[in-house]
């Protein structure tokens, strides 16, 4: 009896030659893996850690070269529609890997794909838009030529396709699970030389964590016996790629704030200048301004961002009504059920553009809600998380809003197809609209916010904005993208602000303003904001986004000086 599966050598040679071809156009087109061996050589190669080294990278090498060698042999051998099957598969994993080393110059992380899932549907369309390389139709065009050769035509044979797809998902996982468990750091990070078994390693990683990971669960805390109703309002603003340094109340030389430069003259607004974020990309920063986590507490930082009380957990404690407000997705970023039951309303993008308007107008019906809730009640801690100036920029303002021409109305969001002027121009357009119109809108009269509201603003990131020719806009390594506002309206009293801030003080001054007692506190913060002097002031740092569980410095990024 024949086995439904037998070696084709034919087949096999050309599976062996197609991939040889791919391994050689890839390492000439991405420059990860370049770099990597250029650097290995620094290494001495009789030092043993040099060895540990060499094996594990080409073992890697090999385990996802032979992947893509099975996956090409088992495609040619299969029949029917099946071929469709791995034509489509192949291609996807292509542009979507190539588009990651065209951006960042690196391949695709489960953590990536698992902060797409938290886009909204606009933004999965601008994205797609905005970074999707071109470059992958070549592989994908050469491999589909592979499969139309010219040759005898196969008979259909649905048994022996599925047995090929069978037999391929199994070596798949084998591979996956060996890489995931001899090598971790490899696996999630350095050790994949082709595009599809990188994209392998992203959705079985995504895979293994989803099935394998249990959420830590967060620390309790304490409500002090003398709480009684809270007398004010809190409402903390995140703002979205928002850089400190294109704001006129920070010195720029447009008049990009003209409404909140204009408060800072009549002494009701409180500014920090520029401040340091806590990472690059906004799901770290989130989490880290939740939790009052700093980039000084490198050792086991994801453990504690999880386990961590979040800023919600204190504000109930306070007996305070807690609102978070979104401006990009209907989901409280990177929270759990546990997370979730601390908020009492949570509103969204379904919620402040169900109709689907322009996305400029998400942030302007936020500011008016929050201005409702604090003109009739007190003892309300709002977050609001806002769209803000989030790629492409031309989205966040009308054309006609338009203060600085020309100015760009296509999805790019770098200098690839704009010149420089028009790309500035854009971006500083978007600012003036989007951030001023957000103020203007959340308060009639800055001099006696109602109810005693005291209101903390701060971006996220700041961004790159091409400066050094990247194509990406933020989650790298530049100081540009840690350039963050911070500033303060509604504060009675007269705070220091020559003290150097960063974004681990936001969260012991919301409980500074809460009068959570700081003898009852679950950690050591950071100093307030309303305590913090000029002399307190030292080095600041920020984190370069997470990229994988690993060793350290691969699971918690890296730790980059700011001043």
Same mark, same amino acid.
């Given at each position: 009896?024949?086995?439904?599966?037998?070696?084709?050598?034919?087949?096999?040679?050309?599976?062996?030659?197609?991939?040889?071809?791919?391994?050689?156009?890839?390492?000439?087109?991405?420059?990860?893996?370049?770099?990597?061996?250029?650097?290995?050589?620094?290494?001495?190669?009789?030092?043993?850690?040099?060895?540990?080294?060499?094996?594990?990278?080409?073992?890697?090498?090999?385990?996802?070269?032979?992947?893509?060698?099975?996956?090409?042999?088992?495609?040619?051998?299969?029949?029917?529609?099946?071929?469709?099957?791995?034509?489509?598969?192949?291609?996807?994993?292509?542009?979507?890997?190539?588009?990651?080393? %065209?951006? +960042? #110059? !690196?391949?695709? &992380?489960?953590?990536?794909?698992? $902060? /797409?899932?938290?886009?909204?549907?606009?933004?999965?369309?601008?994205?797609?838009?905005?970074?999707?390389?071109?470059?992958?139709?070549?592989?994908?065009?050469?491999?589909?030529?592979?499969?139309?050769?010219?040759?005898?035509?196969?008979?259909?044979?649905?048994?022996?396709?599925?047995?090929?797809?069978?037999?391929?998902?199994?070596?798949?996982?084998?591979?996956?699970?060996?890489?995931?468990?001899?090598?971790?750091?490899?696996?999630?990070?350095?050790?994949?030389?082709?595009?599809?078994?990188?994209?392998?390693?992203?959705?079985?990683?995504?895979?293994?964590?989803?099935?394998?990971?249990?959420?830590?669960?967060?620390?309790?805390?304490?409500?002090?016996?003398?709480?009684?109703?809270?007398?004010?309002?809190?409402?903390?603003?995140?703002?979205?790629?928002?850089?400190?340094?294109?704001?006129?109340? %920070?010195? +720029? #030389? !447009?008049?990009? &704030?003209?409404?909140?430069?204009? $408060? /800072?003259?009549?002494?009701?607004?409180?500014?920090?200048?520029?401040?340091?974020?806590?990472?690059?990309?906004?799901?770290?920063?989130?989490?880290?301004?939740?939790?009052?986590?700093?980039?000084?507490?490198?050792?086991?930082?994801?453990?504690?961002?999880?386990?961590?009380?979040?800023?919600?957990?204190?504000?109930?404690?306070?007996?305070?009504?807690?609102?978070?407000?979104?401006?990009?997705?209907?989901?409280?970023?990177?929270?759990?059920?546990?997370?979730?039951?601390?908020?009492?309303?949570?509103?969204?993008?379904?919620?402040?553009?169900?109709?689907?308007?322009?996305?400029?107008?998400?942030?302007?019906?936020?500011?008016?809600?929050?201005?409702?809730?604090?003109?009739?009640?007190?003892?309300?801690?709002?977050?609001?998380?806002?769209?803000?100036?989030?790629?492409?920029?031309?989205?966040?303002?009308?054309?006609?809003?338009?203060?600085?021409?020309?100015?760009?109305?296509?999805? /790019?969001?770098?200098?690839?197809?704009?010149?420089?002027?028009?790309?500035?121009?854009?971006?500083?357009?978007?600012?003036?609209?989007?951030?001023?119109?957000?103020?203007?809108?959340?308060?009639?009269?800055?001099?006696?916010?109602?109810?005693?509201?005291?209101?903390?603003?701060?971006?996220?990131?700041?961004?790159?904005?091409?400066?050094?020719?990247?194509?990406?806009?933020?989650?790298?390594?530049?100081?540009?993208?840690?350039?963050?506002?911070?500033?303060?309206?509604?504060?009675?009293?007269?705070?220091?602000?020559?003290?150097?801030?960063?974004?681990?003080?936001?969260?012991?001054?919301?409980?500074?303003?809460?009068?959570?007692?700081?003898?009852?506190?679950?950690?050591?913060?950071?100093?307030?904001?309303?305590?913090?002097?000029?002399?307190?002031?030292?080095?600041?740092?920020?984190?370069?986004?997470?990229?994988?569980?690993?060793?350290?410095?691969?699971?918690?990024?890296?730790?980059?000086?700011?001043?």
């Amino acid at each position: 009896m024949k086995l439904p599966v037998q070696i084709d050598r034919k087949n096999l040679t050309f599976a062996a030659l197609f991939v040889l071809l791919i391994l050689l156009f890839e390492s000439l087109v991405f420059k990860t893996y370049r770099n990597l061996l250029f650097k290995s050589f620094e290494f001495n190669l009789f030092q043993s850690n040099s060895i540990k080294f060499y094996s594990v990278f080409f073992f890697g090498y090999t385990v996802a070269g032979t992947l893509l060698l099975i996956f090409i042999y088992f495609s040619l051998v299969s029949t029917g529609i099946f071929k469709t099957f791995y034509f489509l598969l192949f291609t996807f994993a292509n542009f979507y890997e190539y588009s990651y080393q %065209n951006l +960042y #110059g !690196r391949f695709s &992380t489960a953590q990536d794909l698992s $902060l /797409a899932f938290l886009t909204t549907p606009t933004q999965k369309v601008d994205a797609l838009f905005s970074y999707l390389s071109l470059t992958a139709l070549i592989p994908s065009l050469a491999y589909l030529i592979l499969l139309l050769r010219i040759r005898k035509k196969q008979k259909f044979n649905f048994k022996k396709s599925i047995v090929v797809l069978t037999v391929f998902i199994c070596f798949c996982t084998v591979f996956n699970l060996t890489m995931w468990l001899v090598a971790p750091r490899y696996y999630f990070y350095e050790a994949w030389n082709n595009s599809f078994g990188a994209a392998s390693r992203t959705f079985y990683e995504f895979a293994f964590t989803k099935v394998f990971y249990s959420p830590t669960k967060r620390e309790a805390v304490e409500k002090p016996n003398s709480s009684n109703l809270p007398l004010n309002n809190i409402v903390l603003v995140l703002d979205e790629s928002v850089r400190g340094d294109h704001l006129s109340l %920070n010195g +720029y #030389g !447009r008049p990009t &704030t003209p409404f909140l430069d204009d $408060l /800072a003259k009549r002494n009701l607004l409180q500014n920090w200048g520029i401040a340091a974020s806590a990472s690059t990309r906004s799901f770290e920063s989130f989490q880290y301004v939740m939790t009052g986590v700093s980039p000084d507490e490198t050792a086991d930082i994801q453990q504690k961002v999880r386990q961590m009380p979040t800023i919600f957990q204190y504000a109930k404690a306070m007996n305070y009504r807690t609102y978070y407000f979104d401006g990009q997705s209907n989901d409280f970023w990177g929270g759990d059920s546990a997370d979730l039951a601390t908020i009492d309303v949570l509103l969204g993008t379904k919620y402040f553009n169900s109709l689907q308007e322009p996305e400029w107008e998400t942030d302007f019906k936020i500011a008016a809600k929050v201005k409702e809730i604090i003109n009739t009640s007190t003892g309300n801690f709002i977050l609001v998380f806002k769209h803000g100036n989030h790629t492409p920029y031309n989205k966040n303002f009308p054309t006609e809003a338009a203060v600085w021409l020309p100015t760009s109305a296509t999805f /790019a969001h770098n200098l690839l197809n704009l010149d420089r002027e028009t790309f500035i121009n854009t971006y500083d357009n978007a600012i003036r609209y989007n951030l001023d119109g957000f103020f203007q809108i959340m308060a009639t009269d800055y001099s006696q916010l109602p109810n005693n509201t005291v209101i903390l603003y701060s971006s996220d990131h700041g961004q790159t904005l091409s400066e050094d020719g990247e194509l990406y806009s933020h989650g790298g390594e530049s100081r540009r993208e840690a350039i963050v506002p911070l500033f303060m309206l509604g504060l009675n009293t007269k705070a220091d602000t020559d003290f150097k801030a960063m974004h681990a003080n936001i969260f012991p001054t919301l409980l500074d303003l809460m009068n959570y007692p700081e003898e009852m506190r679950k950690h050591k913060y950071a100093i307030s904001l309303l305590k913090a002097k000029t002399t307190d002031s030292k080095e600041r740092y920020f984190m370069t986004p997470n990229v994988g569980p690993g060793e350290k410095t691969i699971e918690t990024g890296a730790k980059i000086k700011f001043d």
